[in-house]
């Protein structure tokens, strides 16, 4: 079944640096990549829609400046936060739909802590 | 945009007993209704979904059952285990393409007591 590979799976890094999660699907072309982030005990919140090639589409509140998304190629899809600050510190997911449609496959996550 | 409302936001049932947790949308145009169960730390597990033209889908213990017109949908677990215990949310998918971001609801925390 489709897979998508997400790495790393926890990072801490220090207050003002930036980090980089990288997402890929290995058996499917991931035309769409969305990227969530859950905090403990909450949801998973929609932050953006990567489109391979073009510019990701950012929901309301999520800062396009602070959180990169890049969908150079059809297998591939990063999030780089910037700048990053305690209050980053999260649960970062990403998820593709698969070749069917309606089955979406998630990236097994990245825990970021800030510190 | 989509709104998913999920009730209740914790449950808690004696083992054999059933489960249901229920979940509105908004969107009359949504037609992909998926439910996962996510364990702490990890990726959201499929469990079981629903398409928009069909009421009713069941896979051994579990069934979802869609009303459109309503525009609601619920999930029920029959003889749980102890192991059944996790935070499950369900989710419809937006604007009624194949493609369309996937809006979660806040997510239910059920325990099942041995």
């Known amino acids: 079944g489709a897979v998508v590979s997400q790495h790393p799976s926890w990072v801490i890094c220090k207050s003002g640096t930036s980090v980089k999660i990288e997402c890929r699907s290995l058996?499917?072309?991931?035309?769409?990549m969305f990227w969530y982030r859950q905090f403990p005990k909450q949801s998973l919140m929609l932050m953006a829609t990567?489109?391979?090639?073009?510019?990701?589409?950012?929901e309301q509140g999520v800062e396009k400046d602070k959180f990169l998304i890049n969908h150079a190629s059809l297998t591939l899809s990063t999030l780089t936060v910037t700048s990053a600050h305690p209050e980053d510190s999260s649960f970062y997911i990403c998820?593709?739909?698969?070749?069917?449609?309606?089955?979406?496959?998630f990236g097994s996550g990245t825990r970021l802590t800030v510190v | 945009g989509e709104n998913v409302e999920q009730h209740p936001s914790t449950l808690s049932v004696q083992e054999g007993d059933s489960a249901v947790i229920k979940c509105t949308y908004s969107?009359?145009?949504?037609?992909?209704f998926p439910w996962y169960k996510q364990e702490l730390g990890k990726r959201p597990q499929l469990i079981i979904d629903?398409?928009?033209?069909?009421g009713e889908k069941k896979d051994q213990r579990i069934a979802v059952t869609l009303n459109k017109t309503a525009k609601h949908f619920s999930l029920h677990i029959t003889e749980t285990q102890p192991e059944d215990s996790a935070v499950y949310f369900c989710?419809?998918?937006?604007?009624?393409?194949?493609?369309?971001?996937?809006?979660f609801g806040k997510g239910t925390k059920l325990s099942v007591k041995p």
């Open positions: 990567s489109n391979e090639g073009s510019k990701a589409t950012y």
């Open positions: 989710a419809a998918r937006e604007g009624g393409g194949s493609q369309g971001n996937l809006i």
């Open positions: 058996d499917f072309q991931a035309t769409t």
């Open positions: 969107d009359s145009a949504s037609n992909y």
């Open positions: 629903i398409r928009s033209n069909v």
């Open positions: 998820s593709s739909v698969g070749e069917s449609n309606y089955g979406y496959t």
